[in-house]
Nanobody, 120 residues
Framework: QVQLVESGGGLVQAGGSLRLSCVASGSILHIVEMGWYRQAPGKQRELVAADPSGGTTNYADSVKGRFTISRDNAKNTVYLQMNSLKPEDTAVYYC??????????????WGQGTLVTVSS
């Protein structure tokens, strides 16, 4: 099994910054992609940013230029630096990992979610 543990959420004023972290641990052969999604009250979960191994990062249009995703492959950790936060960024943020746990066995895992609240 694989576990994803997030940290770094909290309350911040509009214009402020937060940094989210997510560590993947367990039986991991190879991580294909790690990313962040978010779900605001009454809305569907949406992609915020994704970082595929050996590929190009991609971002939701709403966060381009404000958020930066990065990874520390040695630590199986993904970060989300969030700057110039807006009230509409308020949501529960979920870490996502797509990986092989053994050869030929590809699975997707989710973290428990961390709440980000941006006050106006």
């Amino acid at each position: 099994q694989v576990q994803l543990v997030e940290s770094g959420g909290g309350l911040v004023q509009a214009g402020g910054s937060l940094r989210l972290s997510c560590v993947a641990s367990g039986s991991i052969l190879h991580i294909v992609e790690m990313g962040w999604y978010r779900q605001a009250p009454g809305k569907q979960r949406e992609l915020v940013a994704a970082d595929p191994s050996g590929g190009t990062t991609n971002y939701a249009d709403s966060v381009k230029g404000r958020f930066t995703i990065s990874r520390d492959n040695a630590k199986n950790t993904v970060y989300l630096q969030m700057n110039s936060l807006k009230p509409e960024d308020t949501a529960v943020y979920y870490c996502n990992a797509r990986l092989f746990i053994t050869y030929g066995r590809f699975e997707t895992y989710w973290g428990q979610g961390t709440l980000v609240t941006v006050s106006s």
